[in-house]
């Protein structure tokens, strides 16, 4: 059974920077997209980023410059560094995977994802 597990949200202030950790059990796809999506209150969730097992990535526009996805396949462990955070990235931040693989216009549009993990709260002050 595939479990997703999300650690690392907080509270931090305007500009500061949180890494935000997905550890997956029960996962021995070879081929497979994995993302970060999230979701603010009254908001839909959206993709922030995306990565496949090749490491190609994809990211939201309004995170480009300033968040960085990356995995480690050792540990099977994903990550979202955030640096520059804005109050707007305040949101509940969720990992989710996908078997197989998708086209690269998919990888950020949450219902082709099978796997998700109970979410992270990241919350950042002005």
């Known amino acids: 059974q595939v479990q997703l597990v999300e650690s690392g949200g907080g509270s931090v202030q305007s500009g500061g920077s949180l890494r935000l950790s997905c550890r997956a059990s029960g996962y021995t796809y070879t081929t497979y997209d994995m993302g970060w999506f999230r979701q603010a209150p009254g908001n839909e969730r959206e993709g922030v980023a995306s990565i496949d097992f090749r490491g190609n990535t994809r990211y939201v526009d309004s995170v480009k410059g300033r968040f960085t996805i990356s995995q480690d396949n050792s540990k099977k462990t994903l990550y979202l560094q955030m640096n520059t955070l804005k109050p707007e990235d305040t949101a509940m931040y969720y990992c989710?995977?996908?078997?197989?693989?998708?086209?690269?216009?998919?990888?950020?549009?949450?219902?082709?994802?099978?796997?998700w993990g109970q979410g992270t709260q990241v919350t950042v002050s002005s």
């Open positions: 989710a995977a996908k078997p197989g693989r998708l086209a690269w216009w998919e990888r950020l549009l949450t219902n082709n994802y099978n796997y």
